[in-house]
């Protein structure tokens, strides 16, 4: 059994920092490509930010500039530093990942979701 558990979220001003994180666990065989998608109240869910494991990064227009996405593969773990932060990032942030398991069965794995708001 697999899976990914956030971490970070929170409260925070406009124009500050969080710092997501997110970590895979159990019968583990590779972990791909990693992402962090959003779903703000009444909207769908968006793709924030994907990193591959060799380290290619991408990024939602929305975000270019502020967000960094970084990964650990020695952890199985992917963060989001989230810089110059705005009203509308407020959203719940969900951690995903491509995975092969140790019965070599590929497919793509949620974490639960951590909750960002950004309020004065």
């Known amino acids: 059994q697999v899976q990914l558990v956030e971490s970070g979220g929170g409260l925070v001003q406009p124009g500050g920092s969080l710092r997501l994180s997110c970590a895979a666990s159990g019968n583990i065989f590779g972990v791909y490509t990693m992402y962090w998608h959003r779903q703000a109240p009444g909207k769908q869910r968006e793709l924030v930010a994907a990193?591959?494991?060799?380290?290619?990064?991408n990024y939602a227009d929305s975000v270019k500039g502020r967000f960094t996405i970084s990964r650990d593969n020695a952890k199985n773990a992917v963060y989001l530093q989230m810089n110059g932060l705005k009203p509308e990032d407020t959203a719940i942030y969900y951690c995903?990942?491509?995975?092969?398991?140790?019965?070599?069965?590929?497919?793509?794995?949620w974490g639960r979701g951590t909750q960002v708001t950004v309020s004065s």
């Open positions: 990193i591959t494991s060799d380290g290619t990064t």
């Open positions: 995903n990942a491509d995975i092969i398991t140790a019965t070599l069965d590929k497919g793509a794995y």
